[in-house]
């Protein structure tokens, strides 16, 4: 993972997210695509630097399948420790990074009263 960064200098480019809506006319599911594209365009509103949105996405379906066997507190707290410090450096950073796929890949996952 050490190709997804949180650096608040660069964003995704228009282009990478002009790349990935193009896709999506040819894709056999043209709601997963926008779905990954408010994906990246959420980490980018959360300061985070994307060089690889490959890896990122598949991150994001990574986490949203932890879901299906931990909490979120646990899947943020995998994440920040299976992740370069330089790429995810707080906790807090690996939880909004985790609510972002939640909110744009798999919004199911989502329980906000939930006891679990």
Not at 38 to 62: K, V
Not at 71 to 97: C, V
Request: a negative charge; proline letters at 4%.
């Amino acid at each position: 993972m050490s190709s997804i960064s949180r650096k608040a200098v660069a964003t995704v480019g228009g282009l990478v997210a002009a790349g990935i809506v193009g896709a999506a006319g040819l894709a056999p599911s043209a709601h997963a695509a926008t779905g990954e594209v408010a994906y990246l365009q959420a980490l980018n509103q959360h300061g985070f630097t994307i060089y690889d949105t490959a890896t990122a996405i598949q991150t994001g379906h990574t986490i949203c399948t932890r879901l299906n066997y931990e909490n979120g507190d646990d899947t943020a707290r995998w994440l920040y420790l299976n992740t370069p410090s330089s790429n995810i450096p707080t906790i807090a950073s690996a939880q909004m990074w985790v609510m972002d796929a939640v909110f744009t890949l798999c919004p199911w996952q989502y329980h906000p009263y939930s006891s679990v």
